[in-house]
């Protein structure tokens, strides 16, 4: 996680833009995969679902992300964000704490049951949330998150989830 950190590091020191951290994230994450013991694992991670972005405008957010990518809006969370299509993934704008900040990551799983995985993170001696509230979503069922070490905000979700 340490490649994580120097990315976000350039990206707040301005020596990258948000599309190229973004695109390096993405990199790392593919390129982590490995086999692993599978009573060891908490889940299995299949896709990078969606990354969340803090931003001062969701609009203005979704007008820029839309113009420059051609990206459609797949869902309107009750909490006033906007989650823009990238194939089976999306890219969601909220206005949160800290504009220009990646608030989370999502990584899509296979099997996805939040108590399940929830108990065997505890089991590793990660602390997991399951948030239940519907307002913060449209579709996928109850959202685990935890943080990894170096503090970024993780969740799980299943694959195909769009917000």
């Known amino acids: 996680m340490?490649?994580?950190e120097q990315l976000v590091d350039g990206f707040v020191a301005g020596r990258l833009t948000r599309r190229d951290?973004?695109?390096s994230v993405t990199a790392l994450v593919a390129?982590?995969?490995r086999p692993q013991a599978q009573t060891a694992a908490a889940a299995k991670g299949k896709t990078l679902n969606h990354v969340s972005l803090a931003v001062s405008d969701v609009d203005k957010a979704a007008a820029f992300y839309s113009k420059v990518l051609d990206l459609q809006v797949v869902s309107r969370p009750?909490?006033?964000g906007i989650n823009l299509g990238l194939g089976t993934s999306?890219?969601?704008?909220?206005?949160?704490?800290?504009?220009?900040?990646?608030?989370?990551?999502?990584i899509g799983v296979d099997d996805y049951d939040p108590?399940?995985?929830?108990?065997k993170l505890q089991e590793q001696g990660i602390r997991a949330t399951i948030d239940r509230n519907p307002a913060n979503r449209t579709s996928g069922?109850?959202?685990l998150y935890f943080v990894d070490p170096d503090g970024l905000r993780v969740q799980l979700s299943a694959n195909g989830y769009q917000g």
């Open 90 to 106: 999306f890219l969601g704008v909220y206005k949160l704490a800290n504009p220009g900040t990646i608030n989370h990551c999502c």
């Open 21 to 23: 951290l973004i695109a």
């Open 115 to 119: 108590e399940r995985i929830a108990a």
């Open 141 to 143: 069922g109850d959202q």
């Open 78 to 80: 009750g909490n006033g």
């Open 2 to 4: 340490r490649d994580v």
């Open 31 to 33: 390129g982590a995969a």
